[in-house]
């Protein structure tokens, strides 16, 4: 619904609001000791993302509020992820992550379109609830190839958020703003402006800063074990 009703740069910027969820669902969950610095840290970096949003009290609108609880659902599924590391193998909980996405993505689509949900009228419910029509082999072939990076993406993320404290994982996500930048340019010919790269430069100072505090306290950042 965000990426249909607003810009893409201000829906993927309101998504990093992610590292605060983790980092309070670390400390209440995981019962991780988040320390000043490292908070300040993220504030530092979510400041970046105010930057880039560049938000105004007269542009804001309530289509604002569903990346941030894109942010939210995510960061839970990602302490889960952590929670669950001991029973269940990275490849077992990508299977459920996309089983779940196999059964609940239709029953969406089935239950707007029983509810008469879809309206041409709309664009942001037609982008959830239109149907999909594949009439060349290239677009199969583009599907194919999204299904192998997300996949591929997924298993990363979720080896990394095994082994790694979430507080220490999340703001190295901020790095996704540089992929955004780059795919802008490509397919939409955005421009950046001096405001987004002072922006990106302030998110990705902060995750390696970050990185850097956790060698300087010598913890660890990996397991001692590994996974079954």
Sequence with gaps: IGLAYL???VTTALFFTTPFFITIFSKIFLKENIGLIRLMIIIYGFLGVVIIANP???SFNIFMIFPILCALGYSASMIIIKMTSDKD???SQTIHVYFSTLLFAPLVTYLGNSFSLKSENNEILDFVFRSWVLNSYTQYLIIFIVGVCVVAGFLLIFNAYRVGKPFV????EYTILLWSIFYGWLIWD???TLRSWIGMTIIVSAGIFL?????INDQKITTDHPFR
């Excluded at 994982?169 to 190295?172: E, H, K, M, V, Y």
């Excluded at 990185?211 to 060698?215: A, M, P, S």
């Design 7 to 9: 810009p893409y740069a």
């Design 56 to 58: 105004k009290i007269d």
């Design 89 to 91: 193998s990275v490849y």
């Design 169 to 172: 994982i999340a703001p190295f």
């Design 190 to 192: 955005e421009s950046v």
């Design 211 to 215: 990185f850097y505090r956790e060698k």
